[in-house]
């Protein structure tokens, strides 16, 4: 368990075994996971890169510094190809 599932886990308790539709819970939980993914892709805009002599980001790193939760759901998707 890392430092934010333990943080999540303290504050909102553990993850609910099934999504439930308005738990408080369930969506917390939730948001971390799309955090997560996001966190991979972003790991990926900086691993998928051939080490050539120049470092040239596949994604813009400029849409990291605050996209909205539907703009990086797309973002992700796009990244997915
Ligand atoms: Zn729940």
């Known amino acids: 368990m890392n430092l934010i599932e333990e943080a999540l886990t303290g504050h909102w308790g553990p993850k609910c075994s099934e ?3 308005g738990c408080i819970v369930c969506d ?5 996971e799309n955090l997560a993914t996001y966190g991979e892709t972003l790991k990926k805009s900086f691993t998928d890169v051939p080490k050539d002599t ?7 790193l400029t849409k990291v510094q605050k996209p ?8 992700l998707k796009q990244g997915e190809k």
Not at 68 to 75: G, I, K, Q, R, V
Request: aromatic share 26%; proline share 4%; charged share 20%.
């Open 19 to 21: 999504y439930e539709e």
């Open 28 to 32: 917390a939980w939730r948001e971390y």
């Open 54 to 60: 120049q470092f040239v980001a596949p994604i813009s």
């Open 68 to 75: 909205t939760l539907s703009e990086w759901m797309a973002w």
